[in-house]
């Protein structure tokens, strides 16, 4: 560049245009920020988040609405109030106890982990936290028939009382896999999927059969 060292520029050349770097207009919602909100409304948007999750549970259709935004809050909720409506139940006889608050909420979180790492290497896909988001939530309906379940011991413990949580944890066990199934279908090979539905189906009976075993001390 030794030539460019002779080139000179006249100072009555005038220079135009601006230098400044113009600034456009930000919309407010650019701007906003999580972090900026008052907690209220986090709460708030969080609870109307689980809310939707809930009712796409009890209108089970083929949709992605539980797989955009997964959170564990709702599963969180379902599987504590499980495990603290099955505390201190007597399952087999009067001197074994039921399943306590520790075993019910391993079985649960261990069973969504399997069902979750079968899913994964039979090539699902779907991430680990989604599957655990869907197999949470469609616990829901079991959840319902454990409440019923507690209200109808209350009135006794006879034959008519058993038919009746039979029949109640059946339909709700059968609700739980159709909506797990119907979330999870797309994400699996057509050629594998009941090998990923068959566990699905062990998991959530194993839930169904503690709620109608359970009888209070």
């Given at each position: 560049?030794?030539?460019?060292?002779?080139?000179?520029?006249?100072?009555?050349?005038?220079?135009?245009?601006?230098?400044?770097?113009?600034?456009?207009?930000?919309?407010?919602?650019?701007?906003?920020?999580?972090?900026?909100?008052?907690?209220?409304?986090?709460?708030?948007?969080?609870?109307?988040?689980?809310?939707?999750?809930?009712?796409?549970?009890?209108?089970?259709?083929?949709?992605?609405?539980?797989?955009?935004?997964?959170?564990?809050?709702?599963?969180?909720?379902?599987?504590?109030?499980?495990?603290?409506?099955?505390?201190?139940?007597?399952?087999?006889?009067?001197?074994?106890?039921?399943?306590?608050?520790?075993?019910v909420f391993v079985i649960i979180w261990f069973g969504?982990?399997?069902?979750?790492?079968?899913?994964?290497?039979l090539g699902g896909t779907i991430s680990f936290f989604q599957s655990l988001c869907v197999l949470g939530y469609c616990v829901l309906p079991l959840t319902v028939a454990m409440l019923v379940c507690r209200l109808v011991l209350l009135a006794g413990s006879g034959t008519v009382s058993f038919i009746i949580r039979l029949i109640v944890v059946a339909a709700m066990f059968g609700w739980s896999t159709l909506a797990s199934t119907a979330f999870l279908a797309d994400s699996q090979p057509p050629n594998r999927k009941a090998l990923v539905v068959y566990p699905i189906f062990l998991f959530y009976f194993v839930i169904s059969w503690m709620i109608l075993t359970f009888t209070p001390q």
């Open positions: 560049f030794a030539g460019l060292a002779d080139v000179s520029i006249s100072e009555d050349i005038p220079v135009e245009g601006e230098i400044t770097v113009p600034v456009g207009s930000h919309s407010p919602d650019e701007d906003y920020s999580t972090l900026d909100e008052p907690v209220r409304d986090t709460i708030m948007r969080d609870l109307k988040a689980v809310g939707k999750k809930f009712v796409h549970v009890m209108y089970p259709k083929k949709s992605s609405a539980l797989l955009r935004d997964w959170d564990l809050w709702g599963p969180l909720v379902l599987c504590v109030s499980l495990a603290l409506m099955l505390q201190g139940g007597s399952a087999d006889s009067k001197d074994d106890g039921g399943p306590q608050f520790a075993e969504a982990v399997v069902i979750t790492l079968n899913s994964k290497l």
